[in-house]
């Protein structure tokens, strides 16, 4: 059983920087790929970026390519989510996951979540 614990969420403007963070406990860390997913308020929740468990393979949004970065710690059980040029769009609670397998965008495949981090942008 992993847990996940997401943190760095908080109040950004248009065209600012944020870096959100995983800690993760309870297996062993690189034996999961992982992920980052968000949920604005009245929609789905959807795949924002995904790391393998190695670090050798990242998948990103469209919406997010070029601007966002995953990045991993093995050494210290953590992922992270940079994010530049934030949009006011990207307002959403931010969600950590990790799986056993491949990189996959569909949430319904990801077995362990975090709570959530909520980040707001400003306009």
């Known amino acids: 059983q992993v847990q996940l614990v997401e943190s760095g969420g908080g109040l950004v403007q248009a065209g600012g920087s944020l870096r959100l963070a995983c800690t993760a406990s309870g297996g062993t860390f690189s034996t999961y790929a992982m992920g980052w997913f968000r949920q604005a308020p009245g929609k789905d929740r959807e795949f924002v970026a995904a790391?393998?468990?190695?670090?050798?393979?990242?998948s990103y949004a469209d919406s997010v390519k070029g601007r966002f970065a995953i990045s991993r710690d093995n050494a210290k059980n953590m992922v992270y989510l940079q994010m530049n040029s934030v949009k006011p769009e990207a307002t959403a609670v931010y969600y950590c996951a990790a799986r056993i397998g491949i990189l996959d965008n569909r949430s319904s495949v990801w077995t362990y979540w975090g709570q959530g981090t909520q980040v707001t942008v400003s306009s």
């Open positions: 790391i393998s468990r190695l670090g050798t393979s990242t």
